[in-house]
């Protein structure tokens, strides 16, 4: 059994020292209790830390001896105890920073290594992120935020996220414009790079800015295929000169206008493929400012270029796209495995959802894709159109713009998130509905208040602080000087309450799944309201907010620890140590992948500024129909959904299979089914965290989320 201690570092379990606290603080009362009690009440303490089944935070500890001293009636020892600790907290206060960046320094601090399944805390560049992010956490904590928003971030009410880069100013994610640099040219790095004369230039540009945007924002970001589409044809026209200059130099034969298009097209497919070959390992290798390969996703929607030579080009990119990543990438021993970025998203639409229409070549390969690579993930053009009135891509993983008049998407971005625990809410409530209510508004509007806090930050900031985004092209093209303000109103930008645990919080309240009809109701207009909130506020601040069905990589684990310590164990509600992402039916829970998708349609509509919902399958590598029937119930039903399927690999014995998850100790441990290994740096593992894939692995909440997921097919 572990202990967190406050600067991040595990400890082992030592029952002494919660002894000899309460011995001391015993001996400065009156009222005394005996050695037995305190043996009793140390029991007690321990027990619980047991039953948690994870590492146990100190604060949690304490909170339990308070708890157990008022159970035993000794009122003035809980009292003094709980002064004492306050005096020691206050004292902590002036030196926390400094002890959790040299818990960094000395590579001890476990909620570090595990807070970002994407991030290799052991790095330099990841470690100097982390120490930044300390000193920005400690920034916002003092001077940005207001005491009640951060003691609500403390207590798990609310999460604001990302307090380790708001303190520049930075947004989350956004819709790079590449269109706009690739055939207007940009600057990088104080340097002109015009518009390209090759595909295979372009795709190497394309990069550049993609490193440059993930290295001034700490959110995911999206390019769209299409916009590298039209540099086929430059290529193909360059190409068509080349070889013409070769057939008539030297040699007297001449070729038909079928052998010339032939050999030029077997040339272009070459530089189509050298070109996407440069986005999938550039991507994978890059290492960017915060020490992570960029969260970068890519969009492939056919309609998106116009009918003609320019969509079939695109369609030449998606399908080499696809074969590439069937491929996968090599691993250090030169295995090759399935890498997290770049995400694909692909659209399904008329032209390639049914047999025999002109794209469905492209749809099999997509579903050939997923079953053995986790991607493409699939957005319904039909649903979205109907919903939103036009098919564009999310920012990242899932957080959507509201849709613009005029049609522009590329260039927009998010400002920000802060997440609702809607379990908090109805644990406080004790299932009262009217207290619930009213417990939700009040928390609504600090997360108002939260998120105020951050639009405030990024207003005034000059277009100086990231010339590649806003004055060469990604997002804007401000002057020099000029402040991005104008770009954080009138549904420019989006700014997202996000919202979690609607599983959880049903139970509490109704004391059934909002799968079930009683559930699903009370469900269904928690969201509505929290909808309603937004309308009021953006229609109060012209600010676009918007409701997001946030990921909760690590916050799960947050939520679920704070959940406990303010509520204790509740079954069915806080005795996991994760809770469910926004809508999404709980994981334990069984139900078909068909049913699942349907009923999840329904929340996903309500979750406008962004979600998405996943089915849990076996390996159907061999069974593609599967998928593609799994494909054609996302068209015809939900806006954007995934499959979830394992691919891991073992390098200490070449296991190519499902790495499984065991307890010892009371902690999760990953291990190789074949010979036992557990050494992480010899295992590849990848699973869907939380709309991304991850490979570095994941804190003990989400190890336990995935452990415990159900299949659905």
């Known amino acids: 059994m572990k202990i967190i201690k406050r600067d991040g570092r595990e400890v082992p379990f030592d029952?002494?020292?919660?002894?000899?606290?309460?011995?001391?603080?015993?001996?400065?009362?009156?009222?005394?209790?005996?050695?037995?009690m305190i043996g009793f009440i140390v029991g007690r303490v321990e027990r619980r830390c047991k039953d948690l089944a994870r590492p146990v935070h100190v604060e949690e500890v304490q909170d339990m001896v308070i708890d157990e001293l008022d159970k035993a009636e000794a009122y003035k020892l809980a009292r003094h105890y709980s002064e004492y600790r306050l005096i020691h907290e206050q004292q902590r206060r002036m030196n926390t920073t400094d002890g959790k960046i040299l818990s960094l320094l000395e590579?001890?601090?476990?909620e570090a290594k595990q807070e970002n399944s994407n991030k290799n805390p052991i790095i330099n560049s990841t470690l100097r992120d982390y120490m930044a992010g300390e000193v920005s956490r400690d920034i916002c904590r003092r001077f940005l935020f207001p005491e009640d928003v951060i003691a609500a971030h403390d207590d798990g009410i609310i999460h604001v996220h990302d307090l380790d880069y708001i303190a520049e100013p930075m947004y989350n994610c956004c819709l790079v414009n590449l269109e706009d640099m690739l055939q207007h040219g940009t600057v990088v790095s104080g340097t002109m790079i015009e518009k390209p004369h090759s595909f295979s230039t372009a795709c190497n540009i394309a990069t550049q800015i993609i490193a440059q945007v993930a290295s001034n924002q700490y959110g995911g970001q999206t390019i769209s295929l299409a916009h590298l589409a039209p540099f086929?044809?430059?290529?193909?026209?360059?190409?068509?000169?080349?070889?013409?200059?070769?057939?008539n130099c030297g040699t007297s034969c001449e070729l038909t206008e079928e052998e010339l298009n032939g050999i030029v097209e077997k040339r272009v497919r070459r530089e189509v493929k050298r070109g996407v070959q440069t986005i999938q390992y550039q991507i994978n290798t890059l290492l960017t400012t915060n020490g992570q390969t960029p969260f970068v996703t890519v969009f492939m929607y056919l309609d998106e270029a116009p009918a003609g030579q320019t969509r079939d080009d695109l369609a030449m990119i998606i399908e080499e796209t696809l074969l590439q990543r069937i491929e996968g990438v090599k691993n250090e021993k030169g295995v090759w495995v399935t890498p997290a970025?770049?995400?694909?998203?692909?659209?399904?639409?008329?032209?390639?959802?049914?047999?025999?229409?002109p794209y469905w070549y492209l749809t099999e390969l997509a579903a050939k894709c997923t079953a053995k690579r986790m991607v493409p993930d699939y957005i319904s053009a039909k649903v979205m159109k109907r919903l939103k009135g036009d098919v564009y891509p999310c920012m990242g993983c899932r957080s959507f713009l509201t849709p613009s008049i005029d049609h522009q998407y590329y260039?927009?971005?998010?400002q920000g998130v802060v997440t609702l625990n809607l379990v908090d809410v109805a644990c406080s409530a004790d299932s009262d509905e009217d207290k619930f209510w009213e417990l939700l508004d009040e928390r609504c509007e600090l997360c108002f208040k939260a998120l105020m806090c951050r639009h405030d930050r990024l207003k005034g900031t000059p277009s100086d602080v990231a010339p590649i985004l806003w004055q060469y092209g990604a997002l804007a093209r401000l002057e020099k000087g000029k402040v991005i303000d104008d770009l954080l109103y009138n549904n420019y930008s989006t700014i997202s309450l996000g919202y979690a645990g609607i599983a959880e919080m049903t139970?509490?309240?109704?004391?059934?799944?909002?799968?079930?009809?009683?559930?699903?109701?009370?469900?269904?207009?928690?969201?509505?309201i929290l909808n309603e909130k937004c309308a009021e506020w953006r229609e109060r601040t012209n600010i676009s907010f918007s409701l997001y069905g946030t990921p909760m990589e690590s916050v799960t684990y947050k939520f679920a620890?704070?959940?406990?310590?303010?509520?204790?164990?509740?079954?069915?509600?806080?005795?996991?140590n994760y809770i469910s992402n926004s809508y999404h039916v709980h994981i334990t829970e069984p139900i078909d992948a068909f049913t699942k998708l349907t009923f999840e349609s329904e929340f996903q509509e309500l979750s406008p500024g962004g979600a998405i919902s996943y089915v849990e399958v076996p390996n159907l590598q061999n069974n593609i129909p599967a998928v593609l029937a799994l494909m054609t119930h996302i068209y015809e039903t939900i806006l954007y959904a995934e499959l979830n399927t394992k691919s891991d690999y073992c390098q200490a014995c070449g296991f190519d299979g499902e790495i499984r998850i065991v307890e010892e100790g009371g902690k999760l441990i990953w291990e190789c089914p074949n010979c036992g290994n557990r050494d992480q740096r010899t295992l590849n593992v990848c699973r869907r965290t939380c709309g991304y894939l991850g490979t570095q692995f994941w804190n003990q909440g989400r190890t336990a989320e995935i452990r415990d997921r159900v299949m659905h097919l």
């Open 411 to 414: 260039g927009r971005f998010n």
């Open 15 to 36: 029952y002494t020292k919660i002894k000899a606290a309460i011995e001391a603080a015993n001996a400065e009362v009156k009222d005394k209790i005996s050695d037995t």
């Open 232 to 247: 086929v044809d430059v290529s193909r026209q360059k190409i068509r000169t080349e070889v013409y200059e070769e057939v």
């Open 107 to 110: 590579r001890t601090n476990e």
């Open 507 to 528: 139970y509490r309240m109704k004391g059934c799944s909002h799968t079930e009809p009683g559930g699903k109701a009370f469900a269904i207009s928690v969201m509505k």
């Open 561 to 576: 620890q704070c959940l406990q310590r303010r509520h204790g164990v509740i079954p069915h509600v806080t005795d996991k």
């Open 341 to 357: 970025f770049p995400k694909l998203i692909y659209v399904l639409d008329e032209d390639n959802i049914t047999k025999g229409s």
